[in-house]
C-alpha cells in the first residue's frame, strides 16, 4: 500500500521526537548520576522533594502548554495577531500559581528556605517553558524546539555532571534550575511573537481549556508518584530509591517502544485514512497478541539485565529486598508494553484519548485508597503489589474499552454503507 506521506508532516515529527528523546534523557542522567554519587539515604530524600516540587509544577502547569497549542493553532487564522496575549496572559496566572504554591510548600513542609530559594527558579521557569513550548509547537517552529533541547541537553549533562559531583543535593537542585533557565532563555530569544499585553478574554478562554486538560495531569500523578508520597510518611526511605532508581531503568528500556509508537501513530492515522477502522481493528488484535509474547520476554531480560546493571554499577542498592521490589514490577512490563504501544500509536492518536484519561483517574484514585490501607497492613511491600494490580487493570480495561469501541464503530460504518 502506498500512503501520500506529507513531507513537512515527517520532518516536523521527526525533530518533535528529537526534543522528546532530550527532554527524556536530561532528568534521567540527574537521576542515573546522583543515584551514583550520593547514598540511598540522601539520594531518597531528593527523590522525595522533587516529588514535591511536581505537585507545585501540576498546578502551576495545569494543561497551560496543550492550551497554549490549541489556542496559538487557532489564532493562526487572524495571522497570530494574539499570540503575544497568550503567552502574557497565561504566563501571569502561571506565575501567580507557582508563587503560592511555592510559599504554600514551605509553610506546610520541614525544608529549609535555603532549599526552597535554591529550587525556586526551577519552579517559576517550568510552567513558563511548557507553555512557550506550547506556543513554538502551535506555530509549527517544531524544529527550533527541538534543536534547542539537542543543544541545551548536550551542554547542561556536561555542567550538571560537575554540579552534581562537587554539591551533591544542592548540585541536583541547582542542575535542574539550569537547565529551565537555558531553555527559557533560548525560547525566548527565538520566540516567533512579540510581548503583548494582558488580555481578560484570552486568559479565560485559555485558562479554562487548560483546567479541563490538567485533570489528567492529577490522574497520572496519583496513577504513578504519588507512591512515593506514602513510603515517605511512612518512614520507608531506602525503598523511595530502590523503587525510583528501578522505575527509571524501566523508563530508558521502555522508551525505544515509546519511540517506536510515535513513530506508528503516524502510520495509524494513516491507515485510517485510507482503509478506514475496520483494518485498524483487524491489526490491533494481531499486535496485541504479539506485543504480549514480546513482553513476557522482555520482561525476563529486563529482570535479569536491571539485576546484573544494579550489582556492578550501583551495589549499594543491591539488597535481596530490592530483588524482591524489581521482580513483583517486573510482572507489570508484558502489559506496560501493550499499554505504552497501543496508547501512545493507536487509541490516542485515533481520537479515543477520553477512555485513557478516565481510567487512569479511576485507577490513580483507587490507588491511593489500596496505598494507604496497604502499607499499614503489609508494610513498604504493599505498594509494589498494589502498582501491580492497579496499572494491570487500569491497562486491561484500557484495551478491553478500546476493542468494544473501536469493534462497534467498525459495525456502525459497515450498516451506513452498506
Not at 6 to 19: G, M
Not at 144 to 155: P, R
Not at 200 to 226: H, P
Request: net charge positive; charged share 10%.
Amino acid at each position: 500500500m502506498h500512503f501520500n506521506w506529507d513531507r513537512e508532516f515527517l520532518f516536523n515529527y521527526f525533530w518533535r521526537i528529537v526534543q522528546f528523546v532530550c527532554k527524556s534523557i536530561v532528568p534521567l542522567f540527574i537521576n542515573f548520576y546522583s543515584a551514583k554519587v550520593l547514598l540511598p539515604q540522601a539520594y531518597s530524600e531528593i527523590v522525595v522533594y522533587l516529588t514535591y516540587l511536581s505537585i507545585v509544577n501540576l498546578f502551576s502547569n495545569f494543561g497551560l502548554s496543550s492550551s497554549a497549542l490549541r489556542y496559538t493553532a487557532e489564532d493562526s487564522v487572524n495571522g497570530n495577531a494574539n499570540v503575544g496575549h497568550i503567552f502574557s496572559s497565561v504566563s501571569l496566572f502561571a506565575l501567580f500559581v507557582s508563587i503560592v504554591g511555592t510559599f504554600l510548600f514551605y509553610g506546610l513542609t520541614n525544608y529549609s528556605i535555603e532549599i526552597i530559594v535554591i529550587s525556586f527558579v526551577y519552579v517559576l521557569l517550568n510552567p513558563l517553558v511548557s507553555i512557550l513550548d506550547g506556543i513554538f509547537l502551535g506555530l509549527k517552529r517544531i524544529k527550533v524546539v527541538g534543536v534547542i533541547s539537542l543543544v541545551v541537553s548536550i551542554f547542561s549533562i556536561l555542567i550538571f555532571y560537575y554540579l552534581i559531583k562537587e554539591f551533591k543535593v544542592i548540585g541536583v537542585l541547582i542542575s535542574y534550575s539550569v537547565y529551565y533557565t537555558f531553555i527559557f532563555v533560548f525560547y525566548l530569544y527565538f520566540r516567533p511573537f512579540k510581548f503583548k499585553g494582558f488580555s481578560i478574554a484570552i486568559a479565560k478562554n485559555v485558562i479554562g481549556y487548560a483546567l479541563v486538560v490538567g485533570v489528567g495531569s492529577i490522574a497520572f500523578f496519583l496513577y504513578t508518584r504519588v507512591d512515593i508520597l506514602f513510603l515517605d510518611f511512612f518512614g520507608y526511605d531506602v525503598e523511595i530509591s530502590q523503587y525510583e532508581l528501578i522505575t527509571r531503568i524501566f523508563e530508558v528500556c521502555i522508551m525505544p517502544i515509546v519511540l517506536v509508537a510515535q513513530v506508528a501513530s503516524v502510520y495509524f492515522i494513516k491507515l485510517k485514512q485510507n482503509r478506514g477502522l475496520e483494518y485498524v481493528y483487524f491489526l490491533y488484535r494481531r499486535l496485541l497478541v504479539g506485543l504480549l509474547l514480546v513482553g513476557i520476554l522482555f520482561s525476563f531480560l529486563l529482570y535479569y539485565g536491571a539485576t546484573f546493571f544494579i550489582t556492578y554499577f550501583y551495589p549499594e542498592y543491591s539488597t535481596q529486598q530490592f530483588d524482591l521490589i524489581l521482580l513483583i514490577l517486573s510482572l507489570i512490563i508484558p502489559l506496560k508494553l501493550v499499554g505504552v504501544f497501543m496508547t501512545t500509536a493507536i487509541i490516542t492518536p485515533l481520537g479515543f484519548a477520553k477512555i485513557i484519561s478516565l481510567t487512569t483517574l479511576f485507577f490513580g484514585i483507587l490507588n491511593v485508597v489500596l496505598d494507604y490501607l496497604g502499607i499499614q497492613v503489609f508494610g513498604f511491600i504493599a505498594v509494589f503489589w498494589v502498582t501491580l494490580l492497579v496499572h494491570s487493570l487500569n491497562i486491561v480495561l484500557q484495551q478491553v474499552l478500546f476493542f468494544i469501541k473501536i469493534r462497534n464503530v467498525k459495525d456502525d460504518f459497515k450498516i451506513i454503507t452498506q
